[in-house]
């Protein structure tokens, strides 16, 4: 599938607005415009309402209306004036992203996802210890106990049971006999009605407990005295050792989360807890992790910068080569720490995801709805990838690159092409 | 334009073209016929240099997920690129895991101009041939992973026939835009999904009434019936097992006489003599080579030093964590297809394992006799980074350099290894035919690797060194489609290749079957399951170049 002309009827569509990249939407002609069957996805539904509904703003310098011509005039003013500019955002499909690596490069740019804090939280663990992971068919043909830790999984990832927790068929492990355990602030939450009571424990939990609870089950896997006397953060000890049991007895098990959740102080510890509880079990039985991201690129961003360069993001071209810095090039601690003087900011996917507000002097490629909430120095409005051209993106499990299709008759233009025009002018 | 390179001493095997002296005229990208009526608008003068086609890599991990996580999980193996600084460029170089750039930029600055994956998940082949088009200066490939993934056992342990597998076979070369088919490690990449941490080219597997002999044989002869020019390429069971020799020469027998490929076969040639119950099974692998006929190898030599081993083989990463350096591993499992594990590695010669692997690796290159039949490979980056390509060179053509590195090694090492007995030297002639010729002919690429009439311009002019590591690690000039892109080593013009193909046919009955597979339990659709040619070209970045099949079921 790879088509500049928009899609006729009943098309199959891949939807850009979430990282589960669900691949059997379809969209048909309507009166007024297209129409997408999201297959009952609430989000998708909405996103694509929105951006099929919502006008264009206009590109414009400081707020006023400009010609295209004169946005990439005064932006390539501003690259080339600014001694260290900030690349961020990067909500965009592979193209973009190529395009944005080349820019960089040559403006000497530091390069930064706007879910940069949830996506270290992961891959700073890979880079200290490795990890064992699945991906979506092997969790929903295999998986036959569930710990899906945190409540918005199911929020952020709207067709997560269907798809993958309790899917209507599987090869190997019978959905009607799966376990499902979800932990987190459960407490006062409805748990998702998709899921079957009978096969659903709910374990409430702090999140932040999350990490005393993978060591306490990773010390009654190995069979270690433990004084846990009335038990862990609010769960009885006979629950404990029950889950721990389970976890020994299942044949494949899988510890799902979304480090997005997890927005606290030294939240990768976490992540080390729940990765190294799949390591153990996987000493004698066997157990995958599947962390949740990818919604607004952020997989995609990092895939592409990784390959081209060596280093995942928090990255930077400010001294010839290549340089990595995932603490140091922080984007939010560079806009407030004023080390930078330049902000490049792409949001193709979502309007939701414009620029943070600061002082410095921003160009802003934004989804056409993007209507900055101050005005920017340089606002160019760029086509979402999946509605107005085509392109890829990889959903949450980092194997899969999908095509996105295009939807709909735009003049807008893609970020990657954006970006080649900006790059002509300096 | 029309350019002549004269006086330079040719090495062209294809041709049967050993060391003699002519002239060559390059117009349109490619090699002419002989002197034109009009004068060159550029002479190169050769006068004492080597000249030989642009060198073909049949076997080297380069593009893919499991690439790419090599790269996240190891920052600190990145480093700055000092040695091409000039070529300019947005990369780091870390030879164990160079960024797409370096890659390309590496191999054409050694003489490589085409390069091949060896491991291409169909569900990830998107992310590499993304990664293979961001590798400038090289045409890519890559060999579709089959023989773990849940359909085709499935297929087979129904029993259909032979046909509809080899539809399956020709549908899934088309839909991951690759020229070749790879098994790895056959069914047991699925077994260890099953927890089963062992399985042997006999044993059952734990869920599917088959066995890995089952798994070779049905995909070799599905590759020969469908006329493909590659082998299947068998990374075979146990890698890395002291005794595995028995599962290796097992392996070669399942394929019943159809062409077979065994890939980076040192790490299957090992025997359990001695103390320490490890030692080399060369000898045996090369007899059994040399005897028979369809058995074609690469050798996966190892190096020392710091470097990642990334493989589909999730069930012998998985077993060899405990070896890492840096400690730390990733595995996956993938989408019922196969999986992955990336394990960083340090071969040290001092530890007498890894100098017997090296040693083994050695004794396979000099002990089989047919170099048509084995081709250079350090199965990159898991033996050695590719950048050591030109040392591993003057180990096979300098008999003096080499015992003299033996007597580094571990010395039990050596005194268990036949290295210090055998006296082959490899002619440059040889050189050529393993690393240019012979790659071309099994790959079915009648337009590279020869510096005949017609043939692509790709060619690689050396000087002629005291040492080979020298002459083959700094080309004088490099030529990519007639085109000058290195020059005295370094990167003077960037440009990006194409995808190799073969397109066999198939019977369009067998998409049914898979797209209600894919639809009933996979993730992805058929519609965007397969690679369209308008999609290689404008999205992903390397347009498709077909090459000929022989007529299906002419095997």
């Given at each position: 599938?790879?088509?500049?002309?928009?899609?006729?009827?009943?098309?199959v569509?891949?939807?850009?607005?979430?990282?589960l990249?669900?691949d059997d939407?379809?969209v048909?002609?309507g009166?007024?415009?297209?129409?997408?069957?999201?297959?009952?996805c609430?989000l998708?539904a909405r996103?694509?309402?929105?951006?099929?509904g919502?006008?264009?703003?206009?590109?414009?310098?400081?707020?006023q209306p400009a010609?295209l011509?004169?946005?990439?005039?005064?932006?390539?003013?501003l690259?080339r004036?600014a001694?260290?500019?900030?690349?961020a955002?990067?909500?965009?499909d592979?193209?973009?992203?190529?395009?944005?690596l080349e820019?960089?490069e040559?403006c000497?740019a530091?390069?930064?996802?706007?879910?940069?804090?949830?996506?270290?939280?992961?891959?700073?663990?890979?880079?200290?210890?490795g990890?064992l992971?699945?991906?979506?068919?092997?969790v929903?043909?295999?998986?036959?106990?569930i710990l899906?830790?945190g409540?918005?999984?199911?929020?952020?990832?709207?067709?997560l049971?269907?798809?993958?927790?309790?899917?209507?068929?599987?090869?190997?492990s019978p959905?009607?006999?799966?376990?499902?355990?979800?932990?987190g602030p459960w407490?006062?939450?409805?748990?998702p009605?998709e899921?079957?009571?009978s096969?659903?424990t709910?374990?409430?939990l702090?999140?932040?407990?999350?990490a005393?609870?993978?060591?306490?089950?990773?010390?009654?896997?190995?069979?270690?005295?433990?004084?846990?006397g009335?038990?862990f953060?609010g769960?009885a000890?006979?629950?404990?050792a029950?889950l721990?049991?389970r976890?020994?007895?299942?044949?494949?098990?899988?510890?799902v989360?979304?480090?997005?959740?997890l927005?606290?102080?030294?939240a990768?510890l976490?992540?080390?807890?729940?990765v190294?509880l799949?390591?153990d079990l996987?000493e004698e039985?066997?157990?995958?992790?599947l962390?949740l991201?990818?919604?607004?690129?952020?997989v995609?961003a990092n895939?592409?910068c990784?390959?081209?360069?060596?280093?995942?993001?928090?990255?930077?071209f400010q001294?010839?080569?290549?340089?990595?810095?995932?603490?140091?090039y922080?984007?939010?601690?560079?806009?407030?720490?004023g080390?930078?003087?330049?902000?490049?900011w792409?949001?193709a996917?979502?309007?939701?995801?414009?620029p943070?507000?600061t002082?410095?002097?921003?160009?802003?490629?934004?989804n056409?709805?993007t209507a900055?909430?101050?005005?920017v120095?340089?606002?160019?409005?760029v086509?979402?990838?999946?509605?107005d051209h085509?392109?890829?993106?990889?959903?949450?499990?980092?194997?899969?690159?999908?095509?996105l299709?295009?939807v709909r008759?735009?003049?807008?233009l893609?970020?990657?092409e954006?970006?080649?025009?900006?790059k002509?002018r300096? | 334009m029309?350019t002549?390179?004269?006086?330079?001493c040719?090495y062209?095997?294809?041709?049967?073209?050993?060391?003699?002296v002519r002239?060559?005229?390059i117009?349109?990208g490619?090699i002419?016929d002989?002197?034109?009526a009009?004068?060159?608008?550029r002479t190169?003068?050769?006068t004492g240099k080597?000249?030989?086609a642009?060198?073909?890599d049949l076997?080297?991990?380069i593009?893919?997920?499991k690439?790419n996580?090599?790269?996240?999980?190891l920052p600190?193996?990145q480093g700055?690129?000092d040695?091409?600084?000039?070529?300019?460029?947005?990369?780091?170089f870390?030879?164990a895991?160079?960024?797409?750039l370096?890659?390309g930029y590496?191999?054409a600055?050694m003489?490589?101009t085409?390069c091949?994956?060896?491991?291409?998940?169909?569900?990830?082949?998107?992310q590499?041939?993304m990664?293979?088009?961001d590798a400038?200066l090289?045409?890519?490939?890559g060999y579709?992973?089959l023989?773990?993934d849940?359909?085709?056992?499935?297929?087979?342990?129904?029993?259909?026939g032979?046909?509809?597998?080899n539809?399956?076979?020709a549908w899934?070369?088309?839909?991951?835009?690759?020229?070749?088919i790879?098994v790895?490690n056959p069914?047991g990449?699925?077994a260890?999904k099953?927890?089963?941490?062992?399985?042997d080219?006999?044993?059952r597997h734990?869920?599917y009434?088959l066995t890995?002999r089952d798994?070779v044989?049905?995909l070799?002869?599905a590759?020969?019936?469908?006329?493909?020019?590659?082998?299947?390429?068998?990374?075979?069971?146990n890698?890395?097992v002291p005794g595995?020799q028995t599962?290796?020469?097992a392996?070669m027998e399942a394929?019943e006489?159809?062409?077979?490929?065994?890939?980076?076969?040192?790490?299957h040639?090992?025997g359990?003599?001695g103390e320490?119950?490890?030692?080399?099974?060369?000898?045996?692998i090369?007899?059994?080579?040399?005897r028979?006929?369809?058995v074609?190898?690469?050798?996966?030599?190892?190096?020392?030093?710091?470097t990642?081993?990334?493989?589909?083989d999730?069930?012998?990463?998985?077993?060899?964590r405990?070896?890492?350096?840096p400690r730390?591993?990733?595995?996956m499992d993938?989408?019922?297809?196969a999986?992955?594990?990336v394990v960083?590695f340090?071969?040290r010669d001092?530890?007498?394992?890894?100098?017997l692997?090296?040693?083994?690796?050695?004794?396979?290159?000099l002990?089989?006799d047919?170099p048509?039949?084995?081709?250079?490979?350090?199965?990159?980056?898991?033996g050695a980074?590719?950048t050591?390509?030109p040392h591993?060179i003057?180990l096979?053509?300098?008999?003096?350099?080499?015992?003299?590195?033996l007597a580094c090694i571990?010395?039990?090492?050596a005194a268990?290894?036949?290295?210090?007995?055998?006296?082959?030297?490899?002619s440059?002639y040889?050189?050529?035919?393993m690393t240019?010729?012979a790659p071309?002919?099994i790959?079915?690429?009648?337009?590279r690797?020869?510096l005949?009439?017609g043939?692509?311009?790709?060619?690689?002019?050396?000087?002629?060194?005291?040492?080979?590591?020298?002459?083959?690690?700094?080309?004088m000039l490099v030529?990519k489609?007639?085109?000058v892109?290195?020059?005295e080593?370094q990167?003077?013009?960037t440009?990006?290749?194409s995808?190799q193909?073969?397109?066999?046919?198939y019977?369009?009955r067998i998409?049914?079957?898979?797209?209600?597979?894919l639809?009933?339990?996979?993730?992805v659709?058929?519609g965007?399951f397969?690679?369209?040619?308008e999609e290689?070209a404008e999205?992903?970045?390397?347009p498709?170049?077909?090459?000929?099949?022989?007529?299906r079921?002419?095997?």
């Open positions: 599938m790879w088509s500049t002309e928009a899609k006729s009827a009943d098309s569509l891949t939807c850009p607005f979430c990282g990249a669900c939407l379809s048909a002609p009166e007024q415009g297209p129409k997408v069957d999201a297959r009952g609430g998708a996103s694509f309402a929105e951006a099929l919502g006008a264009s703003a206009p590109a414009a310098i400081r707020g010609s011509e004169q946005v990439l005039d005064h932006g390539a003013a690259l004036g001694s260290a500019p900030l690349f955002g990067l909500a965009t592979v193209n973009g992203m190529r395009a944005m820019l960089a040559r000497g530091v390069l930064d996802h706007l879910n940069g804090d949830a996506l270290f939280r992961n891959l700073l663990v890979l880079q200290e210890h990890w992971t699945g991906t979506f068919a092997e929903r043909n295999r998986a036959d106990l899906v830790a409540t918005e999984c199911f929020e952020r990832f709207p067709r049971s269907e798809r993958l927790l309790y899917p209507p068929d599987a090869l190997f959905p009607r006999e799966r376990q499902l355990v979800l932990i407490a006062d939450r409805q748990t009605a899921l079957p009571k096969q659903t709910v374990l409430p702090d999140l932040k407990d999350l005393g609870l993978m060591g306490i089950l990773r010390g009654l896997l190995a069979k270690r005295p433990l004084q846990l009335g038990g953060a769960i000890t006979e629950r404990l029950d721990a049991e976890l020994r007895g299942a044949r494949y098990s899988v510890l989360w979304s480090a997005a959740e927005a606290f102080p030294h990768e976490t992540v080390r807890a729940l190294e799949v390591r996987n039985t066997r157990a995958a992790a962390p991201a990818g919604s607004l690129g952020d995609t895939q592409v990784t390959w081209q360069t060596g280093y995942p993001l928090r990255s930077g001294q010839g080569g290549p340089r990595y810095e995932p603490i140091l922080r984007h939010q601690d560079l806009l407030s720490r080390e930078t003087d330049l902000l490049l792409i949001s996917l979502s309007p939701a995801a414009g943070p507000s002082q410095v002097p921003t160009i802003l490629l934004g056409p709805g900055p909430a101050e005005p120095e340089a606002f160019i409005p086509g979402i990838p999946g509605i085509p392109g890829h993106w990889y959903r949450s499990d980092t194997v899969c690159t999908l095509p299709g295009r008759d735009s003049t807008l893609p970020a990657a954006v970006l080649h025009l900006l002509k300096l | 029309l002549k390179l004269t006086g330079g040719l062209d095997p294809a041709n049967g073209v050993d060391g003699e002239d060559l005229y117009r349109d490619h002419l002989g002197p034109p009009e004068s060159p608008d190169y003068d050769l080597l000249v030989m642009g060198a073909i076997h080297t991990h593009g893919g997920g690439v996580i090599a790269r996240a999980m600190e193996l700055r690129d040695a091409t600084s000039r070529s300019g460029g947005r990369y780091s870390g030879p895991t160079p960024s797409t370096a890659t590496r191999y600055q003489g490589y085409s091949f994956e060896p491991a291409v998940l169909p569900v990830n082949a998107r590499a041939h990664e293979m088009a400038p090289l045409d890519t490939g579709a992973m023989g773990n849940d359909l085709l056992l499935q297929l087979m342990s129904e029993g259909v032979q046909e509809v597998i539809d399956y076979v899934t070369l088309r839909a991951t835009q690759c020229i070749g790879k790895v069914g990449i699925s260890f099953f927890n089963t941490r062992k399985l080219v006999d044993e734990p869920h009434p890995p798994i044989r049905t070799s002869r590759v020969a019936e469908l006329g493909m020019p590659h082998p299947l390429h068998v990374h075979a069971s890698l890395g595995n599962s290796t020469l392996t394929a006489g159809f062409p077979i490929h065994l890939t980076h076969i040192q790490f040639s090992y359990t003599e320490r119950h490890f030692s080399s099974a060369a000898a045996e090369a007899e059994a080579v040399n028979q006929k369809n074609t190898i690469d050798v996966g030599q190892i190096m020392f030093g710091q990642v081993t990334i493989s589909g999730t069930m012998r990463q998985h077993a060899n405990r070896f890492a350096h730390k591993w990733t595995c993938i989408e019922c297809e999986g992955c594990g960083p340090r071969y001092k530890n007498f394992v890894n100098a692997q090296w040693a083994i690796g050695l004794e396979l290159f002990m089989i047919d048509w039949r084995v081709f250079l490979t350090t199965d990159h980056p898991n980074p590719f050591s390509y591993l003057r096979l053509t300098d008999k003096g350099f080499r015992n003299d590195q571990h010395p039990d090492a268990m290894s036949r290295l210090a007995g055998l006296d082959r030297e490899y440059l040889e050189i050529a035919i240019r010729a071309a002919r790959l079915g690429l009648t337009d690797g020869h005949g009439p043939a692509l311009a790709d060619i690689t002019v050396y000087h002629e060194r005291p040492d080979a590591e020298q002459t083959f690690g700094s080309p030529f489609g007639g085109q892109v290195v020059e080593g990167v003077t013009r440009l990006s290749g995808t193909v073969v397109r066999p046919d019977d369009r998409e049914q079957r898979i797209g209600d597979w639809d009933r339990y996979h993730s659709r058929m965007n397969r690679i369209s040619d290689m999205g992903i970045g390397s498709v170049q077909v090459h000929p099949c022989r007529p079921g002419s095997a």
